[in-house]
């Protein structure tokens, strides 16, 4: 991924965004309602909320500048909302780029 684009920097944001949310959820929610240990929710609740708050503004400055239609924005949004969503829509963006780039 190409970080020195807003777009690269988007597509890394939303992998972590992903990879937290799975944190969240397959670790973080076992370890709260099962073992009673508040700890770990409490920081990966805290990092994923920030992580999913730089997606939405990233979201937001990407779909301006590469003039995106509403569809795709709602789309790209809905997929932070979705369990493995946001690896589905750093895929689908990869291949949209490789696709751009070798026309």
């Not at 937290?20 to 397959?26: F, K, M, T």
Request: hydrophobic fraction near 60%; charged fraction near 15%.
């Amino acid at each position: 991924m190409n970080f020195q684009s807003l777009i690269g920097v988007f597509r890394w944001i939303a992998v972590l965004e992903g990879i937290s949310y799975l944190v969240l959820v397959g670790v973080g929610m076992p370890l709260k309602y099962i073992f009673h240990k508040m700890d770990f929710i409490f920081f990966a609740g805290w990092v994923h909320g920030i992580l999913f708050m730089l997606f939405c503004m990233l979201l937001l400055a990407v779909s301006i500048r590469y003039k995106w239609k509403l569809g795709k924005m709602i789309i790209a949004f809905v997929s932070a909302l979705v369990p493995l969503g946001t690896f589905w829509l750093e895929y689908k963006m990869r291949k949209e780029l490789n696709a751009w780039m070798h026309s």
